[in-house]
């Protein structure tokens, strides 16, 4: 029933195959389910997938708990299933961010149980994503919400697909404006009116085996030659047959990774110095700093090519730390958004194994003297125009933003949250995991805020997988895709 290939995470394909079983009466009220234990053998997962997928399913009304008897299936769930609103979410499969929307629905069922609200989702992959949910506008059966990496916002703001919510309660959104990080309300607002509810944060940077490098007694890597040498060591014979370590290292470079290619690599720009947007709001490519980020880059993938994947070209976003958690690798390029799949994916049954074992640094830089930089990422929940429920999406997406949801959420998953009050708690009180990354929120910028963004960055990942993966000529390929972007301009 897990798939291991599947992008889906692990807890997830367990929630959906428990309630599907609910649907269908194999699991009936009163039932009493496996123990974690033997749910874990059951399905050769690890325990932390099973006891997220308990957890929610407790939580959301499905499931309930007696202590020392185990768990069991609620009471009247089928019917209670049956008399529901319907609320259509499309979404990708990477879908951790499900949980806001799924607990905020709970919520909002117990107050209110003459208008109970069922969540009809549709996945697809990523790729996919923008083609269906485009198709389905251009149909007139638009999802009522879907879920918006920050760079799409301006995209499907600009081109009408998504309701400003000011529109549908302006006190609300501007209150929620006023409460979130600097850069993340950037990133939800689109000519001056606020367009997404964020769920979470995060930032891109280097993952590494903490416990390995101590072993070796070696610094993570602060500048590109640092990298270099860090990279080279656990090339050697010898330290991979102390860890039984496949690769030195494992990074995007392929548009089969999709958005992660961008996000993971931009940051080599601009700590070299580049802007990358002109005078004009245009991207800026044609840049001296730009040529030198990836000369480096080439360094690791050309000419240290035996320490790779052979196949890397071919990765998707998810396979990364994959490698990371299986211990087929000590580093990867990757996102704070990865920590629940890599605790999905080990062998770490504690929060605090994974603490000891993991460390994350931003992306190595050209110098010491040259400023860190990280790339800014999250999710967002969005209401479509064409929702004929436009209302009550907005009372559940104002269930998902209150600063207790939000905080209980971004502590479950260990995420950045969107508002400063609220890492402002998890800082000072939170995991050592949450305490260690949301400072780091400081050193995030947007990645370039255009109108055609999703155009544009299909063309960077072209770009950046025929220059760092097949040897194209660096200058050559940069104009041509310069040259490129600007008839898509």
Same mark, same amino acid.
């Given at each position: 029933?897990?798939?291991?290939?599947?992008?889906?995470?692990?807890?997830?394909?367990?929630?959906?195959h428990?309630?599907?079983?609910?649907?269908s009466?194999?699991?009936?009220?009163?039932?009493?389910?496996?123990?974690?234990?033997?749910?874990?053998e059951?399905?050769?997962?690890?325990?932390?997938?099973?006891?997220?997928?308990?957890?929610?399913?407790?939580?959301?009304?499905?499931?309930?708990?007696?202590?020392?008897?185990?768990?069991?299936?609620?009471?009247?769930?089928?019917?209670?299933?049956?008399?529901?609103?319907?609320i259509?979410?499309?979404?990708?499969?990477?879908v951790?961010?499900?949980?806001?929307?799924?607990?905020?629905?709970?919520?909002?069922?117990?107050?209110?149980?003459?208008?109970?609200?069922?969540?009809?989702?549709?996945?697809?992959?990523?790729?996919?994503f923008?083609?269906?949910?485009?198709?389905?506008?251009?149909?007139?059966?638009?999802?009522?919400?879907?879920?918006?990496?920050?760079?799409?916002?301006?995209?499907?703001?600009?081109?009408?697909?998504?309701?400003?919510?000011?529109?549908?309660?302006?006190?609300?959104?501007?209150?929620?404006?006023?409460?979130l990080?600097?850069?993340?309300?950037?990133?939800?607002?689109?000519?001056?009116?606020?367009?997404g509810?964020?769920?979470?944060?995060?930032?891109?940077?280097?993952?590494?085996?903490?416990?390995?490098?101590?072993?070796?007694?070696?610094?993570?890597?602060?500048?590109?030659?640092?990298?270099?040498?860090?990279?080279?060591?656990?090339?050697?014979?010898?330290?991979?047959?102390r860890?039984?370590?496949?690769?030195?290292?494992?990074?995007?470079?392929?548009?089969?990774?999709?958005?992660?290619?961008?996000?993971?690599l931009?940051?080599?720009?601009?700590?070299?110095?580049?802007?990358?947007?002109?005078?004009?709001?245009?991207?800026k490519?044609?840049?001296?700093?730009?040529?030198?980020?990836?000369?480096?880059?080439?360094?690791?993938t050309?000419?240290?090519?035996?320490?790779?994947?052979?196949?890397?070209?071919n990765?998707?976003?998810?396979?990364?730390?994959?490698?990371?958690?299986?211990?087929?690798?000590? %580093?990867? $390029? !990757? *996102? #704070?958004?990865?920590?629940?799949?890599? /605790?999905?994916?080990?062998?770490?049954?504690?929060? +605090?194994?994974?603490?000891?074992?993991?460390?994350?640094?931003?992306?190595?830089?050209?110098?010491?003297?040259?400023?860190?930089? %990280?790339? $800014? !990422? *999250? #999710?967002?929940?969005?209401?479509?125009q /064409?929702?004929?429920?436009?209302?009550?999406?907005? +009372?559940?997406?104002?269930?998902?933003?209150?600063?207790?949801?939000?905080?209980?959420?971004?502590?479950?998953h260990?995420?950045?949250?969107?508002?400063?009050?609220?890492?402002?708690?998890?800082?000072s009180?939170?995991?050592?995991?949450?305490?260690?990354?949301i400072?780091?929120?400081e050193?995030?910028?947007?990645?370039?805020?255009?109108?055609?963004?999703?155009?544009?960055?299909l063309?960077?990942?072209?770009?950046?997988?025929?220059?760092?993966?097949?040897?194209?000529p660096?200058?050559?390929?940069v104009?041509?895709?310069t040259?490129?972007?600007?008839?898509?301009?």
């Open positions: 029933m897990v798939d291991r290939n599947s992008p889906v995470p692990i807890y997830y394909q367990l929630k959906l428990f309630k599907q079983q609910m649907e009466d194999v699991l009936r009220p009163g039932d009493r389910l496996p123990t974690e234990m033997e749910l874990c059951l399905y050769d997962v690890s325990r932390a997938p099973v006891r997220q997928a308990l957890t929610e399913l407790a939580r959301e009304g499905f499931l309930y708990r007696r202590a020392g008897q185990g768990t069991f299936v609620a009471r009247g769930v089928s019917k209670r299933l049956e008399r529901q609103t319907d259509h979410v499309l979404t990708h499969y990477d951790f961010w499900l949980g806001s929307m799924e607990s905020a629905v709970h919520a909002w069922n117990l107050r209110h149980p003459d208008r109970e609200v069922k969540l009809r989702v549709t996945m697809c992959s990523r790729g996919d923008h083609r269906q949910l485009r198709r389905s506008v251009a149909q007139g059966e638009a999802p009522d919400i879907a879920p918006m990496d920050y760079v799409w916002i301006a995209d499907y703001a600009r081109s009408g697909y998504i309701a400003p919510l000011d529109k549908l309660d302006n006190q609300w959104a501007q209150e929620l404006i006023k409460s990080e600097t850069p993340v309300a950037l990133n939800n607002t689109v000519d001056g009116q606020l367009y509810v964020p769920v979470q944060a995060d930032v891109s940077g280097l993952w590494y085996r903490r416990d390995w490098f101590e072993a070796e007694s070696a610094t993570p890597p602060e500048t590109w030659d640092d990298w270099l040498t860090i990279i080279d060591h656990f090339a050697l014979p010898e330290v991979q047959q860890y039984n370590n496949q690769y030195a290292v494992v990074f995007p470079v392929g548009a089969a990774a999709g958005e992660a290619l961008l996000n993971l931009i940051p080599f720009f601009w700590t070299a110095g580049a802007q990358m947007i002109n005078g004009a709001d245009a991207l490519l044609d840049d001296p700093a730009i040529y030198t980020a990836l000369q480096f880059l080439r360094q690791i050309m000419q240290r090519r035996a320490c790779l994947p052979p196949n890397m070209v990765f998707n976003w998810w396979d990364l730390t994959v490698h990371l958690a299986k211990g087929m690798t000590p %580093m990867t $390029l !990757g *996102g #704070t958004y990865e920590w629940p799949r890599i /605790q999905d994916e080990s062998d770490w049954a504690e929060e +605090e194994d994974a603490t000891a074992h993991l460390g994350f640094i931003p992306a190595p830089r050209p110098t010491l003297t040259a400023p860190q930089a %990280m790339s $800014l !990422g *999250g #999710t967002s929940w969005a209401i479509l /064409q929702s004929p429920e436009g209302e009550l999406c907005a +009372e559940i997406l104002k269930q998902v933003s209150t600063p207790e949801a939000l905080q209980a959420y971004c502590e479950e260990l995420q950045i949250a969107p508002h400063r009050a609220i890492n402002a708690n998890l800082s009180g939170g995991h050592p995991w949450l305490k260690q990354i400072p780091f929120l050193l995030a910028r947007p990645r370039p805020f255009l109108s055609n963004y999703l155009q544009a960055s063309f960077l990942q072209n770009m950046l997988q025929e220059i760092l993966w097949e040897d194209a660096i200058e050559e390929t104009q041509r895709t040259q490129a972007l600007a008839l898509l301009m």
